[in-house]
């Protein structure tokens, strides 16, 4: 069975700065990762995913994440941050070939002017 | 192309009444997948459709909750009946390919339950 954490239930940053939401899992096999956004009122929008290849992935709206096997990690990040990306973002695993996530709690993001 | 569509998009209903949340996922998508965010908790898997069949409802929370895909097009999720603690947020999402690389995600129906 697979299980994500998201250590910061809600992180505060001023505007521009950069920002670093926290995630790891867990699971026996190998999995699939994936970063998703929620925007107030509205469905869950995919900022990027890791299946294989470069640890490195760089998603929609300036977002990138890292992929850590050895910590079982998949931060996400972002150097500068804007208003706009006030938000909440949620972690996901999924097995390989899977046809289901497993979320983190969540974290919500908050840009201050 | 419209996306995958969910409503009511609220609603308030009383303990122990009946409630039916409806999904239009995009056209030709035969996999349609349900997930619940109840308050405070994680998002969590319910059930996956292919076409008009249950590919697999391990999620499903008890006997309360009935979710059907007649003809293959749109979902409907009916709790009956309904409890406090079914309270939250029920998205539905589909998609063409099987796995879930191709997911699109609903903008989710707020249930609550006084």
């Known amino acids: 069975a697979q299980s994500v954490t998201q250590l910061d239930s809600q992180v505060p940053v001023f505007e521009e700065a950069p920002v670093e939401l926290r995630c790891n899992y867990s699971s026996s096999v190998s999995v699939y990762l994936f970063w998703y956004v929620q925007y107030p009122n509205q469905g869950l929008q995919l900022l990027l995913k890791y299946l294989s290849g470069s640890t490195l992935v760089k998603g929609i709206n300036g977002f990138e994440a890292e992929f850590n096997k050895s910590q079982t990690s998949f931060h996400l990040r972002k150097p500068s941050v804007h208003i706009s990306d006030t938000a909440e973002y949620f972690c996901a695993v999924s097995r390989p070939y899977g046809q289901n996530f497993v979320f983190g709690p969540g974290t919500r993001l908050s840009v201050l002017p | 192309e419209a996306g995958v569509t969910q409503f009511p998009s609220h609603s308030v209903i009383e303990k122990g009444q009946t409630v039916t949340l409806r999904c239009d996922p995009i056209s030709g998508h035969d996999n349609l997948y349900w997930y619940r965010r109840v308050m405070g908790k994680e998002i969590k898997f319910l059930l996956h459709f292919v076409k008009e069949s249950k590919q697999d409802e391990s999620g499903m929370p008890n006997n309360r909750f009935l979710a059907e895909r007649t003809g293959g097009t749109y979902s409907t999720l009916k709790v009956q009946p309904a409890e406090l603690e079914d309270s939250g947020v029920y998205f539905c999402?589909?998609?063409?390919?099987?796995?879930?690389?191709?997911?699109?995600f609903g903008s989710g129906t707020r249930l609550t339950v006084v």
């Open positions: 999402a589909s998609s063409q390919e099987r796995g879930v690389g191709g997911y699109t």
